[in-house]
DNA sequence: TTGAAAGCGGTACCAC
DNA sequence: GTGGTACCGCTTTCAA
């Protein structure tokens, strides 16, 4: 398969015009042809002479060239989220891609790490893309909004904890991860509950809304329940630092952002003689297997993207008829899976 | 700085001869100005209103047109890995990301999942990128490379476990991974050693090297060393199934692929009344946090990328000065870190 | 059923 | 110093 079309030592890539040359036709017909147009018809024996040529040729078409002729392009512009991307996230991406492609979009993620709000949305609008969307780490100004609905952005959508006025929004709401969290730890009973906040740059993101959605859950309580936020750094070293002052935060549960940063958190405390879940009752989040591998198993929040439409349809239907009121889409549904340290 | 110009509520993005027009000028002169073409003069009051107009009509320059009439683009393909990204892949990218944005390249994030070599190599050439760098999952036929070179791609590069003939390479080679584990373990004095095998399909292309690497570094030991792989899926089953024969294999050592699958195995060694270190010796790699926290803290292999280069600046160099002779470069360096489980 | 030709937005050569 | 203009590769009327 891969040698069969000899491909001549030219080095340059033919045009249409050589394929129409050796074809013996004019590039009209060769764009009719490759392109499958239905609204002119075209012989058989045309058809095959041009077809033979583009691939004794090994024609590739110009992109640039055919969505400057165009006026548009079909490219789905995805700006490269910032923090590394979470599992949840690469889901995400690999899902909306594989749709979007067989939706016969081109999918190109592009790095905008450094660059400020507005000249990132310039760079994306030289690429005159039909849609944009930006992860929740991207700020998207009004004035970036507008560039690239004037340059021919049918669809601006975000992609995050919250939404952005003027854009569409794919939610992945965090607070319900904090809510789940919390109404669980509550229902076992506990009524001090910390709520881990990493202090890594990037997941102030996420950690925040998580810790309202916390704060949310013990109102609705009543108040018997008492949140208390416990600033945390991914190191050994600050969660030895919580675990040495824990008995004097009178707290019977602890909510640790994620179950990397359970397990982090569990062991310094079980150094610290610390009983889990006797003493303290612990929930990560993201149920990944580690949490299944520790002693005693992790309760954790289990996350997953769901909407009645996948975002991918959201896209085209966006970029067919665009125009209409900015969307919510709400993606992450949450759940607290009960396992022994809670 | 987001409302400064106040863009027209025009529709659509004006052109250069908008900026032309409104600064009373030709397009050629605005194309001067706003390139600081140095080959031609232009007086300062000119260039003013050249730039006045720019900005206030929120001009935005097309990058087809442009790339179509130069010729060639500063566009660097990345196509979008297949497996899931690690940590050492993902940090790569960002590194790589900045570097060629600095070089005043454009990095592009193209994702081909579910397309065959010679598809996904038409397409990257669609885009006529100028340098092309393809993650060991994406295969490279002749054929794709001697498209992407007429296409205009100065450098096509692959980047993984093994060089592909006929491009550049940026070898991050696996097999010194399993040399490190595996001499680690003889030098604490354990002979027969498993190598774990993730079944996950994505895997198998690191998975393998690192097991030759294993199997060499056995061999240039002598004959008392023996290598025994062995297959392992990412679940708890799996392990408890690999613990529970564990003693009839005879084994006194395992490198365990990662950290992650190191964590799987000790849990299920551990639960099967299996101790580590004193009945088997563990190593894992990747060094990550969740090994120091394990109990007994986890023996890894370290890994990062170091050559004398950087790959933005080899990029720039082989499109600088293309058409030498396939270049190697080996990026990893591997160390064992010796902890409490080997 | 096919071909000639205009034009998408920028760039760069050549005149003035 | 600045402007006119040809042209990059492709699509799409309009005419034949």
Redesign the pocket.
């Known amino acids: 398969m891969s040698q069969l079309p000899e491909q001549p030592a030219g080095m340059s890539l033919p045009?249409?015009?050589d394929v129409?040359r050796l074809a013996?036709?004019?590039?009209?017909?060769?764009?009719?042809v490759?392109?499958n147009?239905a609204?002119?018809?075209?012989?058989e024996?045309?058809?095959r002479r041009v077809r033979d040529a583009a691939a004794g040729l090994g024609?590739?078409?110009?992109a640039a060239?055919?969505s400057?002729?165009?006026?548009h392009t079909r490219t789905v512009l995805l700006p490269a989220a910032q923090a590394p991307a979470g599992p949840l996230y690469q889901r995400f991406l690999t899902r909306i891609e594989s749709d979007l492609r067989r939706l016969d979009y081109t999918v190109v993620q592009y790095g905008s790490l450094g660059l400020d709000p507005d000249e990132a949305a310039r760079a994306w609008a030289e690429l005159r893309p039909v849609a944009v969307v930006t992860p929740g780490g991207m700020a998207l100004t009004p004035y970036g909004i507008g560039v690239l609905t004037r340059s021919g952005a049918k669809a601006v959508i975000t992609l995050g904890p919250q939404p952005v006025a003027g854009a569409h929004a794919l939610v992945m709401d965090q607070r319900e991860v904090g809510g789940c969290a919390v109404r669980h730890l509550l229902s076992r009973g506990r009524h001090g509950i910390g709520v881990v906040m990493p202090q890594e740059p990037g997941l102030a993101l996420f950690a925040e809304p998580r810790l309202a959605g916390a704060v949310r859950a013990a109102e609705d309580f009543g108040v018997k329940a008492r949140i208390q936020p416990l600033p945390l750094r991914y190191d050994e070293e600050s969660a030895a630092e919580l675990a040495a002052r824990w008995r004097t935060l009178g707290l019977d549960a602890v909510f640790t952002y994620d179950d990397e940063y359970a397990m982090l958190l569990m062991r310094a405390l079980q150094d610290a003689g610390v009983d889990v879940p006797a003493e303290t009752a612990m929930i990560g989040a993201d149920d990944l297997m580690l949490g299944r591998l520790l002693r005693p198993r992790l309760s954790s929040v289990t996350m997953e993207l769901a909407s009645a439409q996948s975002p991918a349809e959201m896209i085209d239907r966006l970029v067919q008829s665009p125009g209409g009121a900015p969307e919510r889409h709400y993606l992450l549904r949450a759940a607290a899976v009960a396992r022994e340290s809670s």
């Open positions: 045009t249409s015009a129409a013996g036709v004019s590039r009209a017909t060769v764009s009719y490759l392109n147009n609204t002119v018809r075209i012989s024996p045309t058809r024609y590739v078409p110009h060239a055919r400057l002729r165009a006026g």
